[in-house]
């Protein structure tokens, strides 16, 4: 993205954000499609698989009890803004697919969302790749569950899932911790793994996951410094 876009990042409320984090997940479903990555996520929307829709408002409830607790070793749910002025969002955005709110004289939309925990690690990693993380995965580390971004505006900045690591970079090391983790998956010819790693990214561990009736999910397990 531009350097004449700065971006903002802060927690997300069911009030303001739960429509935006519904459709970008829906939205993300196309688009992993349309790159050859369809096995990442399946075809099938978020919104219409059972039982999503009322999980992930119970989420969003939680990551703003924990916000107001000021939790950081727990769900956290981020929204990434970027901030413009007026003229510059009739650029970016269309009105009925893109939030956007006035803060003075400068406007806020959001462009992505990230889900994260403090000194956590999922419970579907394996045994070995936990073990190639070691304690440091443990203790003061921040962990990406998921972060995705917009895809349904119109002429959306480009560099998003950079402006996010660099802000949950800095959202991290303002609360002690020293490590980012991540995980990704490593199918389509590991395209999504070679541009983790351009962002400086490094491999700790490959794995792979069962799935019914399916290949198994690869993923790549990975860590940035902060």
Do not use: H
Request: aromatic fraction near 8%; hydrophobic fraction near 40%; proline fraction near 4%.
């Amino acid at each position: 993205m531009s350097s004449l876009f700065c971006f903002s990042l802060r927690d997300a409320t069911l009030a303001r954000d739960e429509a935006f984090i519904i459709s970008v997940f829906d939205a993300s479903i196309p688009y992993l499609s349309s790159l050859g990555s369809e096995a990442q996520w399946g075809t099938s929307p978020f919104s219409s698989r059972p039982g999503w829709l009322s999980e992930t408002q119970t989420q969003i409830r939680e990551s703003e009890q924990n916000a107001a607790a000021n939790t950081t070793n727990a769900l956290r749910i981020l929204i990434l803004e970027v901030v413009t002025t007026a003229e510059e969002m009739k650029v970016l955005s269309t009105e009925d697919v893109c939030q956007r709110e006035q803060d003075d004289a400068r406007r806020r939309m959001p462009v992505a969302f990230a889900f994260v925990r403090g000194n956590w690690l999922p419970s579907y990693l394996p045994a070995a790749a936990v073990d190639q993380a070691g304690q440091s995965a443990r203790d003061e580390s921040l962990y990406v569950e998921v972060m995705v971004s917009a895809g349904n505006c119109k002429d959306r900045p480009q560099g998003i899932g950079a402006a996010m690591l660099r802000e949950l970079r800095v959202w991290g090391r303002c609360r002690g911790k020293k490590i980012l983790y991540l995980d990704g998956w490593a199918g389509n010819d590991r395209e999504l793994i070679r541009y983790y790693t351009q962002q400086g990214l490094q491999t700790i561990a490959e794995f792979n996951l069962p799935r019914k009736n399916k290949d198994p999910w690869l993923g790549t397990l990975m860590k940035l410094d902060i």
